[in-house]
């Protein structure tokens, strides 16, 4: 195993690309999702995948820290040349995700129907969301595995290999969403039985990659080495941090669709495809986040503050390329591309309406992405979770006075602040929580 070479603006683009193609296949499978569903006959069908895509969106989301947790761990060990620490790694979260994979499985009618009643809709809607929950519920442990194997591919700047993986879980959803749907009529159940034989997929795929990676450490290692006390306390006190932070994260986007859910179904679905313009961005965008994030943990793994320093300028430039080109296209093809995922006039001429939001909301948001990376991959995660608590009280707040006055818009205005206010956040809080810790002024 051989050290990270210097992140120069080559470099990092030739990380990124790999991982934003890999990371827009995440939407694309909501994207598909969306369209089949959008052209069944009414509007609850749409709605109601919106409902269950984000119900389970949030669900599986509060876990994320087992793919941000692994790569930030995982970097640092890379950077270190620890190829032993890395694997011990890779099985603790490996073992902890497939426990919370069958606790969901366990509690899925409770988890589903509270779920559901929290995030508000029609009785319609409602009934269409249960029917996709019951299918997509069976991707739990998968999915949760799947967050594992990204985290270990990520932070060993595996990124090739991250995106065939990530190809394989969109190819296989593809296939079985329209044999579900339109071979088997299944419905909404059948988009989400679909997810669930995707990621399925992507878990036997990863465990096949961690095998022929280090089949023979695997077969040395012992059980106790996995539960050793001294890393596993640094593996709950990081993810106890991100656990909070993405709680208030999601529980921030859950808020979202319930204040756009009470004012009705159709503009439920116009936000949910809006949301959808977000996630292609977000994750693309990410790219840059994440692989600030493999760098900026090599570079901690190395106690070398002035590379710490030169990965983030290096990704910033970048993203700010990225988010710019975002706002350009969903400014001037936002209309046409909204008509992509719905053929339902009452739906589209809604997301016409506030279109402006989604196209802004790349180039306000970026900077929270990229620091989020750098955080995550140093992992500093005590200020993550703390500049994510304030941001998250405010924008209940300022979506509790705004609302009310502008509608919609106020919504996404209140949203737009939020994700504002958290790069500024952790702009000001990276060189005491990070830089003074490598030996810096």
Known sequence: MTTPSSPTYRHVLYLAIPIILANLTQPLMSAVDIAVAGRLEGAEHLAGVALGSLLFNLLFWVFGFLRMGTTGVVAQYFGAQETQSILLSVGRGAVLALAIGLLILLLQRPLIGVGLTLLGASSEAAEQAWQYAQ?????????????????????????????????????????????????????????????????????????????????????????????????????????????????????????????????????????????????????GLDGFAHAAETLSGAAVGQRNASRLARVVRVCL??????????MVVYTAGGTTLVRVLTDQSDIAELADRFVIWAALAPLVSMPAYLYDGVFMGATRTRPLMLIMLACSALFLLLSLTLVPIMGNHGLWLSFLIFNGLRGIGLRLALKPAIFRSLGTR
């Open 135 to 283: 299918g997509r519920v069976w991707s739990a442990p998968f999915t949760l595995i799947n967050y594992v194997i990204l985290g270990w591919l990520l932070g060993c700047q595996r990124v090739r290999v991250a995106l065939a993986v990530q190809i394989l879980i969109n190819l296989v959803n593809v296939i079985a969403v329209f044999a579900f749907v339109y071979g088997l009529d299944w419905g909404v159940n059948g988009i989400g039985r679909a997810t669930a034989v995707a990621d399925f997929a992507g878990a036997a795929a990863g465990a096949f990659l961690l095998w022929k990676s280090y089949g023979s450490k695997i077969m040395a290692t012992r059980w106790s080495e996995l539960t050793d006390s001294s890393p596993m306390r640094r593996l709950i006190q990081v993810n106890s941090h991100i656990f909070v932070r993405t709680a208030c994260l999601l529980a921030s986007m859950a808020w979202f669709t319930h204040l756009g859910a009470i004012q009705g179904d159709a503009l439920l679905a116009a936000n949910a495809i809006l949301l959808n313009f977000l996630s292609f961005a977000s994750y």
């Open 317 to 326: 430039v970048w993203g700010l390329v990225g988010s710019l080109l975002y």
